[in-house]
């Protein structure tokens, strides 16, 4: 068995705010430490449950938190910005099953530190389906034919991964308050946690399927403001739906859809407030 694990921020234990995940902001470290440790958790337990190979993607920001050096030894670490699939670098159908940790609920939604991408986005459409990055990337996994067993982050996360994906394990390490408070259990308490979902997740994953996504997907950002929306239709093949902040692009699959994305988030935070 071969388990892909791509490792966000926000949602890792006991993290409630912008300081913990800000590489320039003091509690960065800190988390980074956490972080490593709570992959190290899912990592453990893969390997004890007849998993033989986990390759892990680091997801958050730049791409370079996890340690390495700290990292279980078995396993590759993906690391490193720019990737060509960011938070889905390195998947394809090899893979048994996919675990999302460390995640957070998708923008103008309950949880902490909830977002999608980058701040200058409220929504994200495929089709007519609302989706945040844990979407986003459980249908580049579904395009490879690899369901997503298991989400741990927040419980606004864990919430949002169950109403996406039937029969999915999630474990919840801490509660939201607010968007930037939360009520949080330990890093020992979350890892035993993690211990035992990564377990029900391998035994369950035969009642978990892929998130196909749709054939040829129109994919539609809704941005904060006018700006952002004249940034991202600068790229090619996009439009701007009338009257609105949303930007339209048709693709030709998901992977494409991803890829635009990524390349109209980035134009987009160009923008200034000037």
Known sequence: MKLYLSVDMEGITGLPDSTYVDSDKLNYERSRRIMTQETNYV???????????????????????????????????????????????????????????????????????????????????????????????????????VPVIMVAGDDCAAQEAEALIPNIITAPVKETISRSSVKSLTPKKAGELLTQRVKEALHNSPNVQPLVPPDHPTLRIEFMNYGQAEWANLMPGTEIEPNSTIVKFQAKDILEAYQAMLVMTELAMRTTFS
């Open 43 to 145: 990592i453990e337990s893969a390997f004890a449950n007849q998993v033989e190979e986990v390759i892990v993607n680091d997801s958050h920001s730049k791409m370079n938190n996890l340690l390495i050096d700290e990292l279980h030894p078995e396993t590759q670490l993906i690391t490193g910005d720019v990737k060509p699939y960011s938070m889905m670098q390195g998947l394809d159908s090899s893979f048994t099953g996919a675990m999302f940790i460390g995640y957070h609920a998708r923008a103008a939604q309950r949880g902490v530190m909830s977002h999608s991408m980058i701040f200058a986005v409220r929504n994200f459409f495929i089709d007519d389906t609302a989706v945040g990055e844990l979407g986003l990337n459980a249908y580049v996994a579904g395009y490879y034919g």
